[in-house]
């Protein structure tokens, strides 16, 4: 009788030890589910105030700004004038590391002496006519790359506004591909009819995956 009850109790103890088991593991798995909350990085470029990561294609005009020459009109373009437009790229809102690359071509095969000749990085705080001359780049080809890497190790970093400025002439030298004949012609078309040329930039923003 006495093996009968001590075996019940271990029975009895057994049991309560596998309830007690399978009621805190019940209470683990609850305690584990849940919501978490992770953010998605920011991804928002805007080019010139126009922001170009709503859609696929988006169509931007620049606004060029032809050089003085007391020997031209004003705005217009003549042998040996020189003019830039600015490309402004704010990626404030943008929270990876990205590259860009800017691709330019001019749309006008009667003046062959249209050339996109070099660029020019312009800092946040310049000012024209008073901040020190900008450090000028050759164009060897017509492409425009840069590199931008998020900080990390900076509390709050953010990306600044980053411009660059296209410059690009009506060259007259050595190597040029008119006459005078063909810039005469020119001449003549522009007085009957609003001769203009187009300058495209094609801007890719990517970013960076390692």
């Not at 103890?13 to 805190?24: E, G």
Request: glycine share 4%.
């Amino acid at each position: 009788m006495l093996k009968k009850v001590q075996f019940l109790l271990v029975f009895i103890s057994l049991s309560v030890c596998l309830c007690l088991m399978s009621s805190t593991y019940s209470r683990y798995v609850a305690d584990a589910e849940g919501n978490i909350d992770v953010l998605f990085a920011k991804w928002q470029i805007l080019v010139s105030n126009v922001d170009i990561t709503t859609s696929s294609e988006s169509e931007i005009i620049f606004v060029p700004v032809i050089e003085e020459n007391e020997y031209v009109a004003a705005n217009v373009m003549a042998p040996s004038s020189k003019g830039h437009f600015d490309i402004e790229i704010n990626p404030t809102n943008v929270e990876v590391s990205f590259k860009y690359a800017i691709a330019l071509e001019i749309e006008n095969e009667n003046i062959p002496d249209l050339k996109i000749t070099e660029y020019a990085i312009v800092p946040e705080n310049y000012v024209e006519g008073e901040s020190d001359p900008l450090e000028i780049n050759t164009l060897e080809e017509p492409i425009i790359t840069n590199t931008f890497l998020f900080d990390r190790g900076t509390p709050d970093f953010q990306f600044g506004i980053h411009t660059i400025r296209v410059y690009f002439e009506w060259y007259e030298g050595e190597n040029e591909l008119m006459d005078d004949n063909d810039d005469t012609t020119i001449g003549h078309l522009a007085a009957t009819e609003e001769l203009t040329f187009n300058m495209n930039a094609n801007l890719t923003f990517e970013q960076i995956i390692e």
